[in-house]
């Protein structure tokens, strides 16, 4: 597994000057403006070749900030591309990667719900 991941964050690193920093205490997340995708080092090896995957995605498709409706667009095409990703560096997709793109999918639709009351 950490093969794996070390193919995205070599594509990361190479092509977009993004680096990939994992610790327990992080939400895995990626920040535009600092070129830097954050991971949780405590999740199981298949959820962070997921979560990698999807910040990867959002890094590469050049997302950054905008309405709720841009960004939950956002959020689907990043897990979708990650799909493509995968494939384009020789990944087996992890068999949970679509149970985890609908429970994340699903989190961020109630916190739009929640911040929009």
Do not use: F
């Amino acid at each position: 597994m950490e093969e794996l991941l070390r193919r995205i964050e070599h594509l990361l690193l190479e092509e977009y000057d993004i680096v990939v920093d994992y610790d327990s205490a992080y939400e895995d997340s990626y920040y535009h403006d600092s070129c830097l995708i954050e991971m949780n080092s405590s999740q199981t090896a298949e959820s962070c070749l997921c979560g990698l995957l999807h910040e990867a995605s959002h890094a590469i498709l050049g997302h950054a900030s905008g309405t709720e409706d841009d960004v939950l667009n956002m959020e689907l095409s990043a897990w979708e591309y990650g799909k493509l990703l995968a494939l384009s560096l020789g990944i087996p997709l992890p068999e949970s990667y679509d149970e985890e793109s609908r429970i994340s999918i699903k989190k961020y639709k109630r916190y739009l719900e929640r911040e929009g009351a």
